[in-house]
């Protein structure tokens, strides 16, 4: 039976282990280790059994959440475990939790470290672990770096208004003055003619009347036909004719309204060809009132510098996870010849569908990274008295075969400097560092669950008329093929049919479709032609598949 005493010891080491050990700070890989030893008189033996199974635990589950699930169980790894926990080091473990129950020690304890460090540590041992896929799939990387100034919208380099006001009018009336002119000279002309049968009727009855008459018709036609009005000019002749005798005014009076009804027509169509051409005048009002501001900030830099300091930095964080890195000054000058390109342009036009499909088969690139990084000079840091600089960093890497993407990310630092280069070289490795690592992991990530799960792909059969046998064997087949999961057929047809499956095997997946379908006459002239993730078998060969493309 245990003493009331050792309970008490016990718990006295566990403090004194607790205030030895770092204190806590954050990384990228944390996992827990659980030990346990049985409880004797020799306590320190104890502690330390028990401790030391707690980190070689530790350390397998952090092996597993960096390179995949099933690695501690490796037999590599349990045969170098203790070299490894080593190489750890002390400073890697943290809050310590110990218990004492049913006569057993039992603490747990905590690993932080850094993800890269880790993975350095299973390299240098030999355990090369995932590297060869990682470095198997390489990665074509371009970036462009812009050094320049911030925007400051508060402090134009210069201001230019510009303000213009016009007002006036005008009117064009020429040719309607004309045109009236005609047209009253033609109804003065037809009232005249059409009332020569009226004023010969009226000088039988009288002489005075006749003269009057024949006067009158003429004020009154002329009245008619858009001068100013009847009663106007009625008015203006009444004065000039009132010592005529009163005969001679009704005989007058009857002629003119005889020559009024005869002339009607006329004068209308007069007045109608006035009024069609009024329609024709133009006349303009305007107030037209102009303005612009034109507004000068601080110049920027229009393209990518041709230094490049976050590009160099990230390919050696890169290189430091182990992820191959394939420079891409050769390649870019063999597509795009002396032409200057920028990223920009390039991601924005045609040419970037046929780059990649260049870096895929010419630098046999299975991922391209694009990316780009703007430097600001921000002048004198206030508190230092030296060059300031701020910038930004973004990257996007996907697949050349799928366009899958696999690793994007956009980190921002700052930094302080001797000199405004010495700022941004100090600046382009922090950006580099941090937007590496970030990377990095993920990339390492996809490639460790394609390990675990498979990638997909697209198989197809072709050739010939495809029986409804032919795919049903095809089909089956596959299900016989080792590291072939998650089969789903996804087109039939007499022509062509096609599943998507996952494939973890270690054989090229054509190779072990075929060897899965040997058996089979009905397959014995089955060619392949495999593009990326797209596995094409053709019944009578691909010969004509290929010519077809």
Known sequence: M???????RLAGVAFALTMAMPIAYAMDIEARGVGSATITDDLASVRTSALRQAKRNAVLAALDKVVGAGTSKNPDVQAKLDDLVVQVGEEAFFSPAPSAVDG??????????????????????????NTTATRSQPILVMMDEFFTTPTNLRAPLEELTEFRHEEGS?????????????????????????????????????AAGRVSAARDTQVVGAARDGYGGEAAVAGRDSGRYDAASASSRQAAGAASRQVAAASSSNVASASSSQQAYARDVSAEDHNNTYFRKLVKYQPQNTGPDKKNYTYNELKGQLND?????????????????????????????????????????????????????????????????????????????FSTK????????????????????DCRAKLAGKLAASLGNQVGKRIQDF????????????????????????RTAFNQALKNVPGLDKATQRQAGTDKFEVVATYRGTDPLDQAVAMALGSNPMFA?????VDGNIVTLC???????????
């Not at 905590?110 to 041992?125: A, F, G, H, V, W």
């Not at 000279?185 to 009288?206: F, H, I």
């Not at 669950?449 to 029986?467: C, N, P, S, W």
């Open 104 to 129: 057993q020690y039992r603490i747990s304890i905590t690993l932080r470290m850094d993800d890269k460090e880790l993975r350095t540590q299973i390299s240098d041992l030999g355990l090369a672990l």
């Open 525 to 529: 002239g089955l060619d392949s032609m």
């Open 402 to 421: 799928t366009g899958e993407d696999i690793g994007s990310a956009t980190q921002s630092e700052a930094a302080i400097g001797i000199s405004s280069d």
């Open 321 to 397: 996870l182990d992820i191959k890195v394939i420079d891409n000054a050769l390649f870019k000058s063999k597509y795009f010849g002396n032409r200057a390109i920028t990223l920009d342009q390039l991601e924005n036009g045609a040419d970037l569908a046929k780059y990649t499909e260049f870096a895929r088969q010419e630098a046999t690139a299975d991922y391209l990274m694009i990316g780009s990084s703007v430097i600001y000079d921000v002048g004198v840091d206030r508190n230092s008295g030296q060059p300031a600089c701020t910038g930004v960093a973004s990257t996007k890497t």
């Open 2 to 8: 245990i003493s009331d005493k050792k309970p008490v």
């Open 170 to 206: 005008s009117y064009n009336d020429k040719e309607a003055s004309s045109s009236s002119r005609k047209a009253a000279y033609a109804a003065s002309n037809n009232s005249a003619y059409a009332s020569k049968e009226q004023a010969a009727y009226a000088v039988k009855e009288s």
């Open 539 to 549: 019944m009578n060969g691909c010969a004509k598949v290929k010519a077809a493309r």
């Open 447 to 470: 490639v460790k669950r394609r390990t675990m799960y498979g990638a997909e792909y697209v198989i197809r059969l072709t050739g010939g008329a495809l029986t409804l046998m032919n």
